[in-house]
């Protein structure tokens, strides 16, 4: 809470006569010396507003500038710092544009150096001739002097006067800077608040876990993450493992994991269903499938058995590739809830995925004599009366399942299919709707294990690891458009034995529109190049009807070409289809790429992935098509995915309801994190309520900002 206080000024100037006793890591940013309203509002674009923020807005790179440089000995192109002595000034005006350049000539007892700096003619009054100074900049050539070095707007500090220096003659820190606020301004901000009023920052981990993973304390690491003073090896601190960011790194995981913790234990106090596992339903439906379940499909079914029967909520996440077969093990989980007497439920990302699952399980459990109801926001008679009645025993939907006018009669068991578009508070949505109904998640994004852990730390997790026997490996390969014909000749073979073919098309954010223009110009083209064969387009912005009977005439075999957009993306089933052509293939992501073809490849048939791509493409893309060569593994195709894009893009976090990771990078700091990791589920154990640590209590809550509901104080 920001204070309100007489003389906001006086705090700021309490600098050597004693702290305020009411400055706190919640003081607004404007209190704070030489900030004020005007560039309060310059750091809040930076996403700092109060003390606390300060001390935690760390600076993205360091550099050393320990090292005085004599001017003889300065590099060209290097950033460097000397200390010489002023010898004269000026302003000098241009003559076109009227800017005015404040120049600097300084010397040591080895040679000449200029400096300047644009628009700050006032520097002039600041630097006296004689005056010594540290200039820290990189050094150029300066075309008008022959031999003269210069450096244009160095960073500078006046040596000898009573004041530190913050800029120079250090490692200094580099942070983000914001138009209007320059990293050096922030600096100076950054050195005073920390000098001021670094007692605030209160060490709040466990004394035992401090020690027993000999981490610095948390004040001190605070303070030399920003002005390193002891540690100062600055190719260490800016790979960020110092001792400093070893503390930070780990406290950043440790309240992650913290958090997850309280989660997962709420969960399992949290009374649940006990369903009593008959097998009558379950075994009727195995028995009608034409296939027998894989092993790694049994083993998971048993886990989710087992969850089921026990007095507690279950919490489980079902991680398996493309194509191992999900939706089975969702369709019988949700046949043990609907044998007890209760509703089930299959939340899907989109209204195309929503309306396949709707297809496909309507047809699986017609012969068990089950009413099935399908509910997203497209659908102009709304089953909301089957489903409050109860009638409707399984209900497949969008997010509209969750909205607030549908109720369930007796909701048991909630699914979540393609998870990476949901996040925790969506499923604590979905668990309102029914009496602490079981949960179930699946998702084919493939993560490494200890990573799965870590973003889904509160689940359950069970990984089906193996796809149905004969499966062929997608052959794939990247074409460019003067290879056009070689596609066309390559998918008119597909056609004329009988197989079906997708073409996709990419989905740009910014202009869905032009998108749904190629690929409807894209079926046009296609249907004059291939007269005879029945093509069919399916996008997004389609009418419900429209797009599902377009969608059962593909499954069916009657179209035998689906032009689309990237709304096929997830949980489209037809075995036949062995050739997939993805159109404009550099655009897309990797994992967006891997779910694309995993729609093929289902059947008996060889298949094959052609990958158009437009050059001139960038190196990422390069990489991506080169992964899709050259793996079908999806766990492969993921750690890829992530040493291309870097883990903080790979996992979203914002999105996913967990708190934001500012320091810590998943993939360098994976063994803080077990470590971390290993603390925080201890704790809980020991200490379920926290109440030996209010500090620490409470540091948690401003970290999950009120989304752990059970932390009470
Ligand atoms: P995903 O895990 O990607 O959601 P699906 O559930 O859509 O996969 O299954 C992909 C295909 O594999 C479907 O055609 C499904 O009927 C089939 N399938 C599932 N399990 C088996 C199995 N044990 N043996 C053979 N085919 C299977
Ligand atoms: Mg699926």
Redesign the pocket.
Same mark, same amino acid.
């Given at each position: 809470m920001p204070l309100r206080m007489k003389n906001n000024n006086d705090l700021t100037r309490t600098k050597t006569s004693g702290y305020s006793p009411q400055i706190s890591r919640d003081t607004h940013v404007q209190y704070v010396k030489g900030v004020g309203p005007a560039r309060a509002n310059l750091l809040k674009r930076l996403g700092i507003e109060t003390l606390d923020d300060i001390f935690f807005y760390f600076p993205w790179r360091y550099e050393d500038r320990k090292d005085l440089k004599k001017i003889s000995s300065l590099n060209l192109g290097n950033h460097e710092t000397t200390l010489c002595e002023v010898v004269s000034s000026d302003v000098i005006t241009t003559p076109r544009k009227r800017m005015k350049i404040f120049e600097l000539t300084v010397k040591d007892e080895t040679g000449f150096l200029k400096a300047k700096w644009f628009n700050q003619p006032y520097l002039k009054k600041y630097f006296q001739k004689g005056q010594k100074v540290i200039l820290s900049g990189v050094v150029k050539g300066n075309p008008y002097a022959a031999a003269g070095l210069e450096m244009e707007s160095p960073d500078y500090e006046l040596f000898g006067n009573e004041d530190e220096l913050i800029h120079t003659s250090r490692i200094v820190p580099v942070y983000k800077a914001t138009e209007g606020l320059s990293p050096k301004q922030i600096r100076t901000i950054m050195f005073n608040t920390i000098k001021a009023s670094s007692h605030i920052v209160k060490d709040y981990l466990p004394e035992d876990i401090i020690r027993s993973n000999n981490l610095m304390s948390l004040p001190l690491a605070v303070k030399e993450a920003h002005f390193p003073e002891e540690f100062t090896d600055v190719n260490v601190l800016n790979r960020g493992t110092s001792p400093a960011h070893r503390r930070l790194v780990f406290d950043e995981f440790f309240l992650l994991e913290l958090g997850l913790a309280v989660l997962k234990k709420r969960e399992t106090l949290e009374k649940g269903i006990s369903f009593n596992v008959k097998d009558g339903l379950v075994d009727k439906f195995l028995k009608g499938l034409p296939?027998?379940?894989?092993n790694a499909?049994k083993r998971v079914l048993g886990e989710i058995r087992s969850d089921m029967q026990r007095p507690f909520q279950m919490n489980r996440l079902v991680h398996?590739?493309?194509?191992? &077969?999900?939706?089975?093990?969702a369709l019988v989980s949700m046949l043990i809830a609907v044998e007890n007497g209760y509703q089930a439920c299959l939340m899907a990302p989109t209204e195309l995925l929503a309306e396949q699952h709707f297809i496909n399980i309507h047809r699986m459990v017609e012969a068990l004599g089950l009413r099935v109801a399908l509910l997203t926001s497209g659908i102009k008679d709304k089953p909301v009366d089957d489903i409050s009645g109860g009638s409707a025993q399984i209900v497949i939907g969008t997010h509209a399942l969750i909205q607030e006018t549908v109720q369930f009669k007796k909701l048991g068991l909630a699914i979540i299919?393609e998870q990476h578009r949901f996040g925790v508070v969506q499923r604590a949505a979905l668990r309102r709707k029914g009496f602490n109904p079981d949960i179930m998640i699946?998702t084919?994004t493939p993560i490494p294990r200890t990573l799965a852990m870590t973003l889904y730390g509160d689940l359950d997790i069970a990984v089906?690891d193996e796809l149905?026997? &004969?499966r062929k490996p997608v052959i794939t390969k990247v074409f460019f458009p003067s290879q056009k014909e070689r596609i066309y000749s390559l998918i008119r073979k597909e056609l004329s034995m009988g197989r079906q073919v997708y073409i996709v098309y990419p989905l740009i954010e910014e202009s869905e529109k032009l998108d749904l223009k190629s690929a409807i110009e894209g079926a046009e083209a296609l249907r004059k190049y291939f007269p005879d064969i029945k093509i069919g387009l399916v996008h997004g912005k389609m009418h419900h009807d429209e797009r599902e009977s377009v969608m059962s005439m593909f499954k069916s075999g009657d179209i035998n070409m689906l032009v689309a957009t990237t709304v096929i993306e997830v949980?489209i089933?037809v075995?036949n289809a062995s050739l997939m052509l993805i159109v404009h293939s550099e655009r897309f992501g990797l994992a967006q790429l891997h779910q694309l073809r995993?729609r093929i490849g289902?059947g008996v048939y060889d298949s094959h992935c052609l990958l158009l791509a437009y050059p001139p493409f960038s190196e990422d893309a390069r990489r991506r098509l080169k992964a899709m060569e050259s793996t079908g593994d999806g766990f492969r195709i993921a750690e890829e995915d992530l040493a291309i894009r870097g883990p903080g893009d790979f996992f979203g976090t914002r999105q996913s309801g967990i708190p934001d990771l500012k320091i810590a990078n998943i993939i360098r700091d994976i063994g803080v994190l077990e470590a971390a990791r290993k603390e925080a589920f201890d704790l809980m154990e020991t200490n379920p309520d926290l109440d030996r640590y209010p500090l620490l209590k409470e540091t948690l809550q401003r970290k999950w900002m009120g989304r752990l509901e059970l932390v009470k104080s």
């Open positions: 296939f027998e379940l894989t499909q398996g590739d493309v194509g191992c &077969g999900k939706t089975v093990v299919d699946m084919a089906i149905p026997a &004969g949980g089933d075995p995993g289902r």
